[in-house]
């Protein structure tokens, strides 16, 4: 039942995104250890080496397991 709510509110938030702009760039972050190291190192990559930051801007972001963790550090994170 919880699962099924958490499905709703995303889904609700995605479509508000959407409907503001016609478009939602979103990203989705795997769960597991191996899974959750590799992304931080990419997400961290991309944050320093890329001086476009628009080209990772996204606006939902979300994750599961070790997925959620570098979500919440991606969506905490300011360019400047």
Do not use: K
Not at 33 to 46: I, K, Q
Request: negative net charge; aromatic residues 10%.
């Amino acid at each position: 039942m919880n699962t099924y709510l958490v499905g709703i509110a995303f889904q609700t938030i995605i479509a508000a995104a959407a409907a503001a702009e016609d478009r939602c760039i979103a990203l989705a972050l795997s769960g597991g250890g191996s899974n959750g190291a590799w992304e931080a190192g990419v997400l961290w990559g991309l944050a320093h080496d890329n001086p476009n930051v628009e080209d990772f801007y996204y606006e939902v972001v979300t994750g599961v397991s070790a997925g959620a963790i570098n979500s919440a550090g991606l969506a905490g994170f300011s360019p400047e």
